[in-house]
């Protein structure tokens, strides 16, 4: 047996709808025996409505960069979140940053706040705002990811440095597509993984992932990596193997012995 571990917008998704030739080599991946979990940065709420309407299969998702797993009946097994008071901290910096919008993520729902309305959102367009439930949001006391939703690559790269360096111990910020999403330390797509091999019982070196971004890179590292071939080439050389899309990553695997 197989696992196929793979990240969603940028890989397995990257039009519209998911590709009916990469559902279908999924469904044929599974039928023969193997195993396919979705890896993202999405909250489970938004990711949710993205299973419905591709009509996707599934043997575990992980969300939030890797601080939310769920098993293949949408169970719980894991959920990580923030030091309370340090995510509050975080806020605070966000709201006097030159960026469109953020959004608190609770483990399962995501609730946005508007910053700048004269930018375009372009990651959370057809969100809600938020704002006049902020407080409402933040009094249930649980923060499992922040995302800064953004449209400038140089201050994305110095948010996610400050984070990194400030926040040290307490958070860890990744760029992402126009946005930084920001995740309790210690959570990655790499570590949700060790849990799912833990819980599932799976061999590591069965194990095989595949992204297109810098928050893939732990689980490329950790595990048999493989990129999509429209990736960064920074991402692209963390990988064992470039593949054009799912079929083929999938094509791949089916040949090996």
């Known amino acids: 047996m197989k696992i196929l571990a793979s990240d969603y917008d940028g890989t397995l998704r990257t039009g519209v709808l998911v590709d009916k030739k990469d559902r279908d080599a999924i469904v044929k991946f599974q039928k023969d025996g193997n195993h396919f979990g979705i890896v993202t940065g999405r ?80 990651k959370y367009a057809n969100m809600e705002d938020h704002s006049e439930h902020e407080e409402e949001v933040l009094d249930r006391g649980k923060i499992a990811q922040l995302v800064i939703s953004l449209n400038d690559d140089a201050l994305a790269e110095e948010i996610a440095q400050h984070i990194n360096t400030n926040f040290r111990g307490y ?34 070196d069965a194990i095989y992932t595949i992204g297109d971004s810098f928050n893939d890179v732990p689980m490329l590292e950790e595990f048999h990596g493989v990129s999509v071939a429209h990736a960064k080439e920074a991402v692209q050389v963390k990988a064992e193997k470039i593949c054009k899309d799912i079929e083929e990553c999938i094509d791949w695997l089916m040949s090996l012995q």
């Open 43 to 122: 909250s489970m709420e938004s990711l949710q409505k993205e299973i419905e309407v591709n009509n996707l299969t599934y043997d575990f998702i992980i969300t939030n960069n890797g601080g939310v797993i769920f098993d293949k009946n949408g169970n719980l097994l894991e959920c990580r979140y923030m030091d309370f008071d340090k995510a509050l901290d975080i806020i605070s910096y966000i709201k006097n940053l030159e960026c469109v919008s953020y959004v608190i993520n609770d483990g399962y729902h995501r609730f946005k706040f508007d910053v700048d309305k004269s930018q375009v959102d372009h």
């Open 171 to 204: 958070a860890i910020a990744y760029v992402n597509v126009n946005c930084v999403d920001i995740v309790p330390e210690g959570v990655s797509k790499a570590e949700a993984l060790y849990y799912i091999e833990d819980e599932f019982g799976y061999d590591h």
